[in-house]
Every structure is written in structure tokens, then in C-alpha cells.
Nanobody, 119 residues
Framework: QVQLVESGGGLVQAGRSLRLSCAAS????????MGWYRQAPGKQRESIAVITSGGSTNYADSVKGRFTISRDNAKNTVYLQMNSLKPEDTAVYYC?????????????WGQGTQVTVSS
């Protein structure tokens, strides 16, 4: 059974930084694309950053230049460094990973971590 466990969320003032981590555990043959999504109250979940197994990245316009996604393939872990946080970044943040397991390849989600940015 594969699990994604997130950490690093919390309450922070506008302009400050937070770093989220998401570690995949279980029987993992390979991990392909990994990414971060967020869902604010009353809004749909949106993709904000994606990183391929080769390290190529893509960001939503709303976070470009402020957030940085990275990964440690040896640890099956993806990170999200969030700088210059704004109140509109307040949301539940979820990690996602495309993982090949004993039963084949599928997408896995973390449980979510709350990020609250005060003005």
C-alpha cells in the first residue's frame, strides 16, 4: 500500500515563507510526475506546481516566481518552497504523485495540509 504524507503547513503572516514536504512510502517501483494542488474554501482544487522525474517544472501563473517545487528521488519526496505568501494563498494543499506499484501505475494523493496566511 502506497501512502503520501504531507507536512509543513500552518499559520503565517503575509510576506513570510513556508516549506511543504510530501513523502511517498510503501512498495514503490518508480515515481513519475509529482505535484502540488490547493483548494480554497468554495473553490475547485487547482494545480499549482508540477515536477517530472527528470526535474522539469511547471507553475500556475498565480504562484510563478514565488513558489519553487523540487524533489528528492532517493527519498520519494517532493517539496514546495513558498515565499512571499499572500492571504489569497490560504488553502488546503495536497500533493499528488504518479507511482508505479505492484498493481500497476496510478495517481496517489496526500491527505492535505492547511496553509493559512494572515494579512
Amino acid at each position: 500500500q502506497v501512502q503520501l504524507v504531507e507536512s509543513g503547513g500552518g499559520l503565517v503572516q503575509a510576506g513570510r515563507s513556508l516549506r511543504l514536504s510530501c513523502a511517498a512510502s510503501g512498495t514503490i517501483f518508480s515515481t513519475n510526475a509529482m505535484g502540488w494542488y490547493r483548494q480554497a474554501p468554495g473553490k475547485q482544487r487547482e494545480s499549482i506546481a508540477v515536477i517530472t522525474s527528470g526535474g522539469s517544472t511547471n507553475y500556475a501563473d498565480s504562484v510563478k516566481g514565488r513558489f519553487t517545487i523540487s524533489r528528492d528521488n532517493a527519498k520519494n519526496t517532493v517539496y514546495l518552497q513558498m515565499n512571499s505568501l499572500k492571504p489569497e494563498d490560504t488553502a488546503v494543499y495536497y500533493c499528488n504523485a504518479d507511482i508505479r506499484t505492484v498493481t500497476g501505475q496510478r495517481s496517489f494523493w496526500g491527505q492535505g495540509t492547511q496553509v493559512t496566511v494572515s494579512s
